[in-house]
């Protein structure tokens, strides 16, 4: 079987919608969707927020619960029966993501055993032959095929393959 390691956020959670929430709990600003075009979350707020909003992430809590990217749940079921299936994710970086990471998964993907759940730091450690991500610097080390998952802040970065929806990742593998 060939093997596809598959990134969590902005691939199948959805981290991004957590900034949203939290900046306008904490600011009242709505901040549309839209402004995300070509970049990340603290780019697009106020000057001065912006310090606060970049540690979002380490704060306790930022990865609990968060949203399920679209098709995502109806694809990976297919596509563990053809390939083995790898989560990976750089959650190293946020320790208090590791439990709510663990709990997400177990909640939205309950046929993914802990065996392929890799929690990691620097992606370059990943056998395989395929990985989706949203994020390009993990292909650069990468000896399999990067398959870029489209995501707001990626629209404008050069790599051939991209996915834009899960509906594309099943026409390609299934
Ligand atoms: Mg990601």
Same mark, same amino acid.
């Given at each position: 079987m060939k093997r596809i390691a598959i990134d969590m956020d902005e691939v199948i959670a959805d981290a991004e919608n957590r900034f949203f929430e939290w900046y306008e709990k904490d600011y009242g600003i709505k901040i549309p969707m839209e402004k995300l075009h070509c970049r990340h979350f603290p780019e697009i707020v106020d000057e001065q927020h912006m310090t606060i909003v970049k540690k979002y992430p380490w704060? !306790?809590?930022f990865f609990k619960d968060l949203g399920v990217i679209k098709g995502s749940q109806e694809v990976i079921s297919e596509l563990v029966k053809k390939? !083995? %299936?790898f989560i990976t994710t750089a959650a190293m970086e946020f320790?208090? =993501?590791l439990v709510h990471k663990l709990e997400w998964l177990n909640k939205y993907f309950p046929y993914i055993s802990w065996q392929n759940i890799v929690f990691c730091g620097d992606k =370059?450690?990943?056998?395989?032959?395929? $990985? %989706?991500?949203d994020s390009v610097r993990h292909f650069k080390r990468f000896t399999g095929?990067? %398959? /870029? #998952?489209t995501a707001p802040h990626n629209i404008n970065v050069d790599w051939n393959p991209r996915v834009n929806s899960w509906k594309e990742v099943g026409d $390609? #593998? /299934?």
């Open positions: 704060k !306790e809590g390939y !083995e %299936i320790p208090n =993501s =370059s450690i990943i056998h395989a032959d395929y $990985m %989706i991500d095929q990067g %398959i /870029l #998952f $390609m #593998f /299934l």
